[in-house]
């Protein structure tokens, strides 16, 4: 079936490219990028140093930076681009994208401003277009160094997503499906919050019971929050919840427990950026998550925490001693 089928991975990123070099495995894939160096070198070299240091490519991988010949080359597209970019680039490349072709989006933010979900921005600037996304625990560079991992690809009609599923699988690369897009989608966003906050524990130094206990009642309030906006709970415990958390707040890679982690160093969050080479999609989501939560009537402390450092200027320490002033109730019920 994927011999036919040719994937367009738009973004050339760490995840965008490692997620193109998956696919380049199983189908004619092309993967677009903004720097017509990066091209060059993806395609040559089978290297993108900038993303992804020395690791190797599939040299079946092509690239370029001519987003009309990306987007035309398209019967599957993947849009690994951050969220605060993905409906500028969409909206060039949709007049050259063949009608119906199934469209998946790998990022985990929210678009700043109108709050909506990458999902909700393709189906925007994509009309018609059957629309999904892979996320789940995926540090990009171990996937890239080979390292077993799952995922899970989540459309709104499951055949979609199993017929996508052999595009993207791989020996130690294990893809699942899931029909709940709301829940697989919010995992992946609100996990990036919970990830700031226990990247601030590990700076100030706190235990691994602190560390914890952050973890667990993170995920009671990205339950809480998605079950209020109409996910299904049970999505929160796997891979794109549970998982995604897990992965995002231990890995000395992710960008977004660096985030915090830094800000404890005493670091203000512009220094921390300017530093950053990379995106961390919990610095600009933060605000939103809490006005999500407030339109929802749902606890956010963890949230309302960490926008407070991030924009307005508390700092770490302050937020700690937030969080251990809520009061503990039912485990099921309080914040
Ligand atoms: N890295 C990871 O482990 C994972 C990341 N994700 C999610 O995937 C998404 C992409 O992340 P990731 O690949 O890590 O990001 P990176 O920071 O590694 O790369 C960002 C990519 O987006 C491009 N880009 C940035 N701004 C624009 C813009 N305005 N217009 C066009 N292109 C732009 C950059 O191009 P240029 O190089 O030219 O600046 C670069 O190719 C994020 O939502 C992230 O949360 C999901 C799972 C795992
Ligand atoms: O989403 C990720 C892993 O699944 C990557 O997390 P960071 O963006 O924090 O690096």
Sequence with gaps: MTRD???TVLGSGSWGTTVAGLAASNAPTLLWARSPETAEEITTQHT????LGDRRLSSKLRATSDL??????ADVLVVGVPSH????VLTQASPHLRPWIPVISLAKGLEPDSRKRPTQVLEEVLPGHSVGLLAGPNIAGEIAEGLAAAAVIATPDTAVATALQPLFARPRFRVYTNHDVLGCELGGILKNIVAIASGMGDGLGVGMNTRAMVISRGLAEMTRIGEAMGADPRTFAGLTGLGDLMATCMSSASRNRRVGEELASGKSIDEVLEGMTQVAEGV???RSVVELAEEHDVAAPIAVEV???VNSGRTPAQAYRGLQKIAAGSEYEAA
């Excluded at 993108?48 to 993303?51: C, E, F, L, S």
């Excluded at 009309?68 to 080359?73: I, M, N, P, R, T």
């Excluded at 970019?85 to 500028?88: E, F, I, N, T, Y």
């Design 5 to 7: 089928v040719r994937v």
């Design 48 to 51: 993108n140093g900038r993303y």
């Design 68 to 73: 009309q010949e990306a987007a035309e080359h």
């Design 85 to 88: 970019s993905m409906r500028a």
């Design 284 to 286: 600009k989501t933060a």
């Design 307 to 309: 926008d407070g450092v």
